[in-house]
């Protein structure tokens, strides 16, 4: 077997952080925790119960109620969030060690995600000294202000991709706007989700203000959506997860911001500029190991330009190197887990009998153990397949063609999902009124997934509810009161 680096120092225990304090599970459970490539436990992780989330929710309720964090001025908190930001940067090295070593993913991707993470916190910092509210005046009548307060203790569930950096998109503005937190994150994945503790003692968040129980997201999730003293939830996951997490709020009626899956597609026109498309829907769908939320794993190609798309594409996606992930030549490393390994093994298998197998269709040579599956690429594949219509999370890419502007249309919006979509044309009035009639969050037009913070982040339809980015973030993670005033 290929040489496997294994990071130095690697916990063998991995434990909540509540209250300023490292503890284990208030039952003595753990879980296993495994590394992708061999697939043994590296680690047991302390399995979070309701006791747990219990403790962890009354240390955030009391640095909320009596704490300083949600009285602290916005530049006070943003001081704070600066120096996180900084220590966050710094461990950028050490970050994508461990991220590559727990995840799977190539180690020239985990790379920048520690640089992501601090930006969220940079950005979230700077919006919170920005933000203004309204004042209205009725002359003669009356002066009205908006006075915006935190909500309370935030609950934060987050999954396995890019976990820390994930993460960081939720800490950064339920901190900056002065909530405490109780973070769950993936059970997949929870080695760097240890490290906020650290950071965030040493940046000076005072204790009880982030907290983190790790487990199963049936015990310690659950829990943390059924507390009656947690306010918001802000859940990224599957949507069947979404659906069950909306049910179990519903008791408490609590906020909710849910970004889900997607099917998203990627539309090449026949007067699109073919090598910045292929060369982008490569990157947009074996990138991440294609355990990407926004992944374009279905490519719509106009009908005058599909043979030669379907044959330079694949052609591509045959040298794309899949091997350890630790190796700076990897493009593709293993998949996360065996059992998500399974889930994408068998979509191959199905894709076998929905489409044209063009390149892929299993494990690469020379990698018979380990979560690894080549870039897989299936042409002539029909609106109604399964590997069409449903999530694979993994390297593998559906493509379909079609006649004419009203026919990509109707297959872009032909799924449940609706996070992302991307539009590869050289005609400006088309690329926007296609964008205008895509049934899809976020749209980019030729180009690549590239967010700009200030702007929306979510799905519709079974993608997400509500939206994420810049105003949109502080909006949810505060309440806005209106104060009237008769004159
Ligand atoms: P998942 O839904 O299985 O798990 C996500 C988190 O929810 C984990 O922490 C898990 O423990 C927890 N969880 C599971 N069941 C729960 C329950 N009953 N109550 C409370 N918490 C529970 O998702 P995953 O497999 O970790 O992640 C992959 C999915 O996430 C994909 O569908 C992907 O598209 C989606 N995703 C979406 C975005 C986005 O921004 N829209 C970003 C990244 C990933």
């Not at 599970?25 to 925790?33: K, L, M, N």
């Not at 995600?113 to 309204?134: C, G, M, P, W, Y």
């Not at 009880?208 to 918001?232: I, Q, S, T, Y």
């Not at 190609?301 to 798309?309: G, K, L, N, T």
């Amino acid at each position: 077997m290929a040489e496997h680096y294994i990071p130095d120092n690697l916990p063998t225990r991995i434990r909540h952080y509540i209250d300023g304090e490292f503890v284990d599970s208030v039952s003595g459970r753990t879980f296993d925790v495994l590394d992708p490539v061999s697939n043994e436990t590296y680690a047991t992780a302390a399995a979070g119960q309701k006791e747990d989330i219990d403790l962890a929710v009354a240390a955030a309720r009391k640095a909320f109620t009596t704490g300083p964090w949600p009285r602290m001025k916005p530049r006070e908190r943003a001081r704070v969030l600066y120096r996180i930001a900084d220590a966050v940067e710094a461990q950028e090295a050490r970050l994508a060690q461990l991220e590559t070593f727990d995840t799977g993913l190539p180690i020239t991707q985990a790379k920048g995600q520690a640089l992501r993470a601090a930006e969220n916190f940079r950005f979230f910092a700077d919006l919170i000294v920005a933000q203004f509210d309204d004042a209205m005046k009725v002359p003669g009548a009356q002066i009205n202000y908006v006075n915006r307060k935190p909500i309370g203790v935030a609950g934060l569930i987050t999954p396995w991709n890019t976990p820390f950096m994930l993460e960081s998109w939720k800490l950064a503005p339920a901190l900056a706007t002065g909530n405490t937190v109780v973070l769950k994150p993936a059970e997949f994945t929870p080695l760097s989700a240890s490290l906020w503790a650290k950071i965030f003692q040493d940046a000076g968040l005072p204790d009880g203000v982030f907290n983190l129980v790790n487990g199963l997201g049936e015990e310690a999730g659950d829990a943390l959506v059924k507390h009656p003293d947690v306010p918001l939830i802000s859940f990224t996951g599957e949507t069947t997860t979404g659906k069950t997490i909306f049910r179990n709020a519903a008791e408490n009626l609590k906020g909710l911001s849910m970004e889900l899956g997607g099917k998203s597609p990627a539309i090449i026109f026949a007067d699109a500029d073919l090598d910045a498309a292929i060369d982008s829907t490569l990157f947009g769908v074996f990138s991440l190991n294609g355990e990407r939320c926004t992944a374009g794993s279905r490519i719509l190609v106009h009908r005058d330009i599909y043979e030669e798309f379907c044959d330079k594409y694949a052609a591509r996606a045959k040298k794309i190197v899949v091997g350890d992930p630790h190796d700076p030549t990897t493009e593709v490393g293993a998949l996360v887990h065996p059992e998500h390994y399974d889930k994408v093994a068998r979509y191959v298998e199905i894709g076998k009998s929905e489409g044209r197998l063009l390149a892929g269709g299993g494990r690469p040579e020379g990698r018979p153990t380990g979560n690894f599956i080549a870039p897989t690429v299936f042409a002539d594949v029909a609106p109604d397949a399964r590997i069409f219509q449903e999530e694979i999370f993994g390297p593998v890419v559906a493509i379909t063609p079609f006649a004419d502007d009203a026919e990509a249309l109707a297959l872009a919006n032909n799924t449940r999902y609706g996070l992302a979509g991307y539009v590869w044309t050289n005609d400006l009035t088309r690329a926007h009124t296609f964008a205008q009639n895509l049934e899809a969050g976020m749209v980019w037009l030729n180009s690549h997934n590239v967010r700009d913070l200030r702007t929306p982040f979510g799905g519709v339809k079974a993608s997400g509810l509500g939206h994420e980015g810049g105003y949109r973030s502080i909006d949810f993670y505060t309440d806005q009161q209106a104060v009237h005033i008769s004159i």
